[in-house]
C-alpha cells in the first residue's frame, strides 16, 4: 500500500517530539502529495480501483487528522502567548 510512507511521516514526526509550531507547519513529502494529485486526477478522469479508492481514503483520513490536529495547536500556541 503506498500509503505507507505517508504514515511513516506523520509517525516520525510525532516520534520527534512537536511543539505547536511545528503541527502548524508540518506538511508532507512531495512525494506523498504529488501521489494524492495523481490519484485525484485519476479519479476525476478514469475513475479509481478499488485499491486507488482505499488508498486515497487514507490519505484524507491522515489529511483530516493534521487538519484537526493544526487546529488545537493555533488555539494552544494563542492561549500560551504572552500580550
Known sequence: ?????????????????????SVIAFTPSDSVKNRVEDLICFEKTRGLTEEETSELEHYMQ??????????????????????
Do not use: C, W
Request: glycine share 2%; no cysteine; hydrophobic share 40%.
Open 1 to 21: 500500500m503506498n500509503t505507507l510512507r505517508a504514515y511513516e511521516e506523520v509517525v516520525d514526526f510525532i516520534a520527534s517530539g512537536t511543539n505547536p509550531n
Open 62 to 83: 491522515l489529511e483530516h487528522l493534521m487538519r484537526l490536529a493544526k487546529a488545537r495547536a493555533r488555539k494552544y500556541a494563542s492561549s500560551k502567548q504572552i500580550y
